[in-house]
């Protein structure tokens, strides 16, 4: 028999049935003289169908017949044994459940007081020893077969649907996608039986003998010879490119013919049963590469175009020059010739041509021409325009002057070029920056004609009523000076050929600029820039959350200043003292109140984030930590990161100055994760202002907490 793993009740039965049968011959076993009387001690209760069944007793040779349950009549002449105190008889397979009457001759029936319990043993016997093809009909040998109800295959496949079925003979079909394994079987119990077989049913999968041809273009077919292939779903190339059955050019069970995908790399095949299992190649292919023959024009030029010659070109799916810069293929492109779109900022070198499946072959150098200079103005005035004259003058990006200035392109051919020249400009060479970078310095100098001042250096920063005390020569060229925003200067200190001193007029535009200088002659200079420092008024109330005054109440460890002294506009936050904690927080609300999430919702790239601050003792260590919600920005010299967030010491102000940054700078992951792209998901999440990594002593006032439309 085949048994493998059986999972019923057939070994409590068996235990049972002994048990069972003393208790039958307790049962009916009648102690009284009986003389002639016919009397029934016990039988066997439970009984293997087509076994034998026992009764004992008195003068049983006076029973005429048996009926088992369901009227299932055995006469006197058919019973195996018959003595006086035995009867043996076989039980019939039409035998089911139930009471038991012996039929006496002369006398009442005997009827069992215990029902008649009938055990059926499921076995198997033989499945098939050889490899069936899926689809195909099997035949299942062992006994009381016609109790299953189910047969389950590998792979989890269910048939309830049988060809055949009898007590010892089960015929299945095979589910198309069933795979190699044991079989279980299962009846009709309410918890079912499952009986497994103990080899396993091998079921036919496809195999590969070859395939023609192993080196190959992508876009061809290959032809794949095996057995059993037309149970082949589908095939898998290298590069994960699956195609399947259905969009095969052909197949039988010895021949598949499929065509390779576009994307399609090195390595083996893997052909895939319905039952998923798949069958792996042992030869790989290898994929077709173009071959590059002529590359014109060598050099190139930047924004033209480069004709290839060669063989398979049509493979090629991306062309990258020199510089990892990206050229375009145009269409009309055949097999042997290709048409490539020089990006114009490719650089000299050798070019990649790529596949889809992931190949690429270089080509030799190709150079990229450069512009060149012939002539040029010999002197000009500030903001005058100059020509120059030469070869490739279109590609030209940028013209730089000797001072660190650049002019701006009124004009450009490919060759000639015309500039302004811009203030600031010193007398000295041209320099030309192709697309591609490329610098091309002239080899004559520009002569600037005007008489202008000539400055030692600039400060970094300034603000309103600061005294600039700048040095060089002929400052006394100096008539007008002008701050951003078209601010004149009206007070002056000393003005001599090596000093010049002024004050930053109030009215200044805050922020980053330049101050512009002009002679008597008209002639004109400029400043490098200079971050003018300062309060910007508040645009629109309705935008400040914190203003301390009448924006509602809050919490923290930071105090309310209200000295006029110091005050901008009222009262004022606090902060001082030491702080000797990783964190620290000062003041914050939540639930929305005062918070304009959504006058401003999704446009947050269209508004910056603003406060004013009053730094009275520098900040070395730390920083400010902004909350709104799940998101943070940080100033101070440990902000979380050096774009637009601070990562820089915090000087004194001297005075109160407005610090503005994108609104889109606050991050989530406190500071380090990504962008906020909608104001409304600070939700009912606290904003407000802490410390955080660092100790330090704090003597910083803080107002008008913000937002301002860009």
Sequence with gaps: MMFKNIKLNYAYSLVLLALMALWSACEEKDDNKLGDEVALYSFGPSVLRGGQLKFIGANLEKVERIILPNNVEVLASEFDSLTSELIV????????????ALQVADGEDIVTK????????????????????????????????NLITEVVFSTNKSVTTFEEQERGILKVRVPADAGTGPLVLLDDELIPNEITTETDLQVILPSVASITPLTIKAGANITIKGADLDLAMSVEFGGSQIVDSANFVSATATQIVVTVPASTQDGTLKLAAPSTITVESTEALTMVVPVLSTLTPNPAKTGQTLSVTGTDLDLVSQVVFAGDKEGTVQAGGTATAITVEIPADAESGAIE???????????????????TIATMTDEAKLNEDITITGTNLDIVKEVWFTGGTMGAIVSATETDLVVTVPVGTNTGVVTLVA??????????????????????????????????????????????????GDVYATKFGNRTTEILEVYVPEGVT????????????????????????????????????????????????????????????????????????DYKGFFFRNSGDNFPAAAIGTNVDDYYFKFDINVKEALAAGNLKFQLGDYWWTYGPNATTSEGQGNQAVPVTNGWVTVTVNLSDFRNNYGWGDRITDLNAVGDGGFGLAWGEGVTNLNVLMDNLRFEAK
């Design 89 to 100: 008889i076989d039980v019939p397979d039409n035998v089911v459940e139930g009471t038991i």
């Design 114 to 145: 215990t029902r008649l319990s009938i055990l059926e043993p499921i076995t198997i016997t033989s499945i098939p020893e050889t490899a069936v093809r899926p689809s195909t009909v099997v035949t299942i040998e062992g006994t009381y077969l």
């Design 353 to 371: 041509f790529r596949t889809l499946s992931g190949k690429s072959v270089t080509s030799e150098a190709v150079d990229m021409v450069r512009p």
């Design 435 to 484: 697309n591609n970078g490329v610098e091309v310095v002239s080899t004559s100098a520009l002569t600037i004609l005007a008489d202008v001042p000539v400055f030692d250096g600039f400060p970094s920063s300034a603000r309103s009523g600061d005294m600039l005390s700048l040095t060089g020569e002929k400052l006394n060229l100096t008539n007008q000076v002008i701050f951003p």
């Design 510 to 581: 805050i922020g980053e600029g330049k101050i512009t200088f002009t002679t008597y002659s008209t002639d004109v200079t400029e400043s490098t820039t200079i971050d003018f420092q300062g309060v910007t008024p508040v645009v629109d109330e309705s935008l400040v959350y914190f203003n301390f005054d009448d924006k509602g109440s809050w919490w923290g460890d930071g105090a309310v200043g209200s000295d006029a002294a110091e005050s901008l506009d009222g009262n004022y936050s606090l902060l001082e003292g030491a702080v000797t904690t």
